[in-house]
Nanobody, 122 residues
């Protein structure tokens, strides 16, 4: 059974930092891209960042460029999202995902975690 489990969410003041982690299990993810999406109340799920299976190619939403960094663990089944200079508009549930291609489109990802809440206070 494939599982993606996120951790690291919480409450932080504007300007602060959080680091999200995602651990995947249940199959080999060596050839999978992994990504982060987020969904705020009343809004659609949106792309945040993604990383190629080799860890060298990344893609970011314009809204987080220069503030967020996605990295991949050596074991390829873990992915991290370092979030700096957080803003209240970053408040959302953050979801980890895994799929066959590096993409900013949610349907490209086959597997999803349950999400972790990030709340940024002003």
């Amino acid at each position: 059974q494939v599982q993606l489990i996120e951790s690291g969410g919480g409450l932080v003041q504007a300007g602060g930092s959080l680091r999200l982690s995602c651990a995947a299990s249940g199959r080999t993810f060596d050839n999978y891209a992994m990504g982060w999406f987020r969904q705020a109340p009343g809004k659609e799920r949106e792309f945040v960042a993604a990383i190629h299976w080799n860890g060298y190619f990344t893609n970011y939403a314009d809204s987080v460029k220069g503030r967020f960094t996605i990295t991949r663990g050596d074991a390829k089944n873990t992915v991290y999202l370092q979030m700096n200079s957080l803003k209240p508009e970053d408040t959302a549930v953050y979801y980890c995902s895994a799929g066959g291609v590096l993409s900013s489109v949610a349907p490209s990802y086959n597997y999803w975690g349950q999400g972790t809440q990030v709340t940024v206070s002003s």
